[in-house]
Every structure is written in structure tokens, then in C-alpha cells.
């Protein structure tokens, strides 16, 4: 009789079900084939699985095992199919019965002594399982925290194979892993605040601005003025994740394989990504022979920041448009083309020229006009176009230096960030900030007076703004008055956004 064992693979962050099936199919000598597009770490199961049972003392058939992974055009990656082929064989040999294994997904990957580790895409998988309508999860306990989230699961935590049995045979003292109120909400802890922060008024004006309406922003300033220490700050004062947005984020991570070994829970923090500026094409946007994430999607819901900007590869660069306008980046390739969530806030940072020095009065600029005009010419025009501050900032004086921080608290910032982000919920719906404005809402919702349209005509002629920057102007304008709890835009909010505008000398 054939055994099947429900089980699932990951597709970027998309977990897929599938079935393993196992049968004897000829006498010795043993043999062991598994069928079904494995790569080479699920060919490798086959030996997992033999020593794993061995030292479990559990016996391994002697016949010829033919595995195959149903359905056979879906191409099955990494060792999460460990503990379903093991359990495959011992429902073959009838230490389990066959009906246990019924409304019941089981992935994990085994060592050699047996015992369980943990997997990548829990979380995924315990989404998929609980929309197919499964009953039960059984997997890593190291996974049980992070799938338990989906709690209409019945979720196991398995810490070796013998626990299997026990579980699916109803003798065992372990407990089904519970969500509970302490794993739903969780302060996180950043370890750094704005009130670090020595001068740099304007800059942290700006940050808020961004943060509050989840717009972009491009800081550019000489080595040393603060740019990055403004930047790694900026998450201490975006609103708390809630538990949907929560889920997003480990569930990106988790498929990822970037949850930490010791926190495989829910994500509460905001993330912060910051890759370097060699980084690749598929790094960044993500990529492979079945896409991934890459770090743009890893900064869903939080930052990413690209210092010294103009170092990256135009290609990458180029490939953040999408993101940056739509919240979504699209990866094709040959085998499937894939959309991953990448509603993230771009900070970047860029030095006023190559050498950084220029407009410093202390220190002479070494680089040619030449060479300041191609190095800012690495950032495109559309690019720049979509980024919505742009500041500088300035190296700090002396007597800066030498006083006590006196920034203001990020909590007392946070407060208001939240404020005008629920006011944006009333207008936008609690998915939507004035970031995302479609041309239509922008027209709706920031309605200008007389004088204000007969500033921004002016404003428009002077700086020869193409039309996208024009709405973004006015989306900036909009969540300034938002932060001031005003419902209509005046032309001091107006002001305010073109000031983010202004050509820069870069």
C-alpha cells in the first residue's frame, strides 16, 4: 500500500502543498529513488532519513523505496522534506497508521542523531495550511512560535523523530504550541533615539515629514555630518508594527531565511536594511533560478537605506522604480515569475562630490566639475523624481560638537508620526498613506485655494517640475498639514514641501 504524507514547498514566499508518496517497488538489494524535480538537498533526504532512523532505532525498509514528490512539475528545494519522507517510510511499515496522517501537514528538516531543526517559511506554510482547510501543522519546535500565529492550526513543535509518533499515535506529553497574548504584541527595542542627536533641526524636520507620510528621502551632506547616524534612527520613530503587519514582515523574513535562531517568533521591529554598495542585481531586487527576496522586500513596512548612493550599479538602481512607486517588485524568470511585497521608505545618502569636500570652506574640493557632474549623474532624473525630500546636511561647528545632545525624545516624535498617519487611515483606509496617492486622490483630498494655485503655477515654472514631482509636492504639502492637524493645505504647507524640491547642486 502507497503512504502519503501532505507537505509543502516554498515558491519565493509562497508556500505550495505537496504530497509524498512512498512505495516498495522490487525486491533487495535496497535501494532508495526519489522522483518528483528534487534538487540536490532533497536528494540528499534519503541518507538523513536512514541514519536518522537508525539512531532512532527505527528500522529501514530493505527493499527497493521509490519517493516520489507529487506534483511532479513543481521544482522542491532545501531539506524541510526530511521529516515527511521519514514519516512516509514508517507509515509504510505500519508504525503509523495511514488515517493519522489525514488533514495533517509535516515539514522539518532531520540531523543524523534524529533530531529536528528548524526550517525556513514556517510562517507560510501555516497560512497555506490553514486556507487548504488542514487541521494540523507538525514541525520543528523551533517553528512552532512563528506558525502558532495562524490559530485556527492545531500547531506541533517536534524536538526529535520518535516525537512524531508519539504525536500522531496520541500518546505524548507534549502540547499543541498556543499564540498567546504576550507573543501579540511586543515593545521593540532599537537601542538608539533621536535625542542622540547633536543639531541637525532641518534634518530630522524632514525624517518626520517622511515617516509620517511614508515618503522617500535622499540626504545629501559631506563625510561626517550625521547622515548615517540620522538614518539608522529613523525606525524609533515609525508606529509600532500591529500583528497584520507584523505577519507581513516575518513572513518575508521567514521565507528569507533571515529570522534569528534564537527569536524564530513575530518581528516587531521595524526592519532596517542596509546593503552595501557592491551588493548584486538579485541581492537587492531579488532573484534566483526560483526568485527570493531581496532587500527591498526585506525592508517591507520599514527602511531601506542605500548610503553613499551614487556607488551602487545604475541597473540597481534603475530596478527600484517599481518598488518605489507601486509598493511591489516583480521577478521574472524562465522557471516563474514572482511579485514580492516591497512597501518600504527609501533613505538614501550621497556626498556632495566624489571627494565629499565640495562648499566645505575648511577643506578644498579636489574633484573637477567633470567629475561632480558624472558622479551625481549616477542617480537618474526619474529616479530622483521619485524620492520626495531632498536635504542637506551640513557638517556640524565646533561649538555643536562640543554641547550635549539635545535632540528631541523619538517617543515625543513617534506621537506624532501615529497622529497624522491615523488621519491619513480616515481619508485613505489603514493600508494607504499620502505616499500612495493615485493622481485622482490627490485632486480629492488636497483641494488649493486661489493664492495656492497661483503659487504652485509659479513654483512650476520657475523649477520646470515634470508632473510627477508637481503631485509629489503636493503629497508632501498634505502630510505637513496632516502633522499640524489642519484639514485643508495652506501655502505655508506648500512652502514648506517646495523648499524638499529645490534643485541641489549636487
Sequence with gaps: MVSQVHAATLVGIEAVPIVVEVDRWGQPPPSFLIVGLPDKAVEESRERVRSAMKNCGMDFPLNKVLCNLAPGDIRKEGPVLDLPIAAAMLALDGMIPHEALDDTM???????????????GALSIALMCAEKGFRRLILPEANAPEAAVVTSLEVWGLRELPDLIGVLMGHTDLEPHRFTEEDRRANPEYGVDFNDVKGQRHAIRALEIAAAGGHNILMVGPP???????????????????????????????????LAENNRGLIWERPFRSPHHS????AIVGGGKI?????????????????EMPEYDR????????????GVVTVAR??????????????GAMNPCPCGYKGLPEQNCVSSPATCGRYASRISGPLLDRIDLHIRVPRLKPDELLNKPDGEPSAAIRERVV????????????????ARMSPREIRELVPLSEECAEFMKAVAHRL?????????????????????????????????????REQMDY
Design 464 to 500: 520646470n517640475i515634470s508632473a510627477r514631482v508637481f503631485d509629489r509636492i503636493l503629497k508632501v504639502a498634505r502630510t505637513i498639514a496632516d502633522l499640524a492637524g489642519t484639514e485643508g493645505v495652506a501655502k505655508q504647507q506648500l512652502s514648506e514641501a517646495v523648499q524638499y
Design 279 to 282: 551588493a548584486s542585481h538579485a
Design 291 to 307: 526568485p527570493k527576496p531581496g532587500e527591498v522586500s526585506l525592508g517591507h513596512k520599514g527602511v531601506l537605506f542605500l548610503d
Design 224 to 258: 561626517g555630518s550625521g547622515k548615517t547616524m540620522l538614518a539608522r534612527r529613523f525606525p524609533t520613530i515609525l508606529p509600532i508594527l500591529n500583528l497584520d503587519e507584523a505577519i507581513e514582515v516575518t513572513r518575508i523574513h521567514s521565507a528569507a531565511g533571515k
Design 334 to 347: 524562465v522557471q516563474a515569475s514572482l511579485t514580492f511585497p516591497a512597501d518600504c521608505i527609501l533613505i
Design 315 to 326: 541597473a540597481v538602481l534603475e530596478a527600484l522604480r517599481q518598488p518605489l512607486e507601486d
Design 419 to 434: 497622529a497624522a498617519r491615523e488621519r491619513q487611515h480616515v481619508r485613505l483606509g489603514r493600508t494607504k498613506l499620502n
Design 106 to 120: 509535516i515539514l522539518g528538516e532531520l540531523g543524523l542523531d534524529g533530531k529536528l531543526r528548524p526550517i525556513d
